[in-house]
């Protein structure tokens, strides 16, 4: 981060999930699998998923609405609203960010969706970041979210066991307003080698929608599963490793990862020494909640206590694309 630009912070967080709660017994009724077959293999025991009436933006809106709320800011005084996200109201367009922001009442701020998956809010982190460093922005709001049990194909075992819907915010702003939260570095990156990994394959600019591709529900996720994970592995370990550099461990307060799978979090962390203890999982609960995966841990684990002053927090995730991003906060 420029030393000389504008230092950012974490004024507020905030979440939003589903109060419909779909545990593993659910999907036997559709692929051979088991609750011990997916704990096993997942660490995951339920998640949440939206219902007929319900929409990805109510949980948006929610969530947003959290972060102001707990930063003291009206949302009329919101400068601009980006939400990541691969699953919102509509396929394109228009913008969750603009139903966001008239759900919100923030009639003066900007508003613009970002596609970067599992990644997303860390990406959403950078872009706020910079606008409120080069002074044209003072008050950005950021939120991750998924409606994704609406884009998987529940004949799929490789992947909709795995996925929950949810959302988190994060409301950015100088740190000399704030006092919180301080944004110490960011890095983001991607791999277009590995997009085929998680992908819709069919539909969308390609080609026309049509019954044989809607029967096959191959414009639904697919997942290569083993090359995710090793993927996942030597990334998250490589995102740690990034944060951690020139750090003192005694300063790390805790390790806020994206709940992507507990394997591959407990094989990284292990990999790295970091202790159980400092690195928070909730994907037992949530699932992989994609783009709300982090900003939901990270609004859990403060309302638990667990961030600490002047103490770091490491944020990392990764996903489609491929992308990746993390970034260390000085709380």
Known sequence: MNSSAISVGLAGLGFSIPEHVVDNHYFTRFVETSDEWIVQRTGIKERRWLQPGEKPSDLFTAAGKMALERAGLAASEVDLIVVCTVSGDHQGTPASACIVQENLGAKKAAAFDLQAACAGFLYGLQVGVQFIQSGTYQNVLVIGGECLSRISDIYDRNSVIIFGDGA????????????????????????????????????????????????????????????????????????????????????????????VNRRILETATQKLGFPEEKVYINIDRFGNTSAGSVPIAMCEAEDAGLFEKDKLIIIAAFGSGLTWGAARIRW
């Open 168 to 259: 988190g915010a994060a409301l950015l702003q100088p740190h000399s307003v704030c006092q919180q939260g301080l944004i110490e570095a960011i890095t983001i990156g991607a791999d277009g080698s590995g997009a085929a990994y998680i992908a819709r394959p069919r539909g969308g600019g390609i080609e026309r929608l049509t019954p044989d591709i809607l029967s096959e529900g191959t414009h639904l996720i697919r997942m290569q599963g083993r090359e995710v994970y090793r993927f996942a592995v030597s990334r998250m370990t490589r995102l740690m490793r990034w944060a951690m550099e020139g750090q003192k461990e005694e300063d790390l307060a805790l390790v806020v990862p994206h709940q």
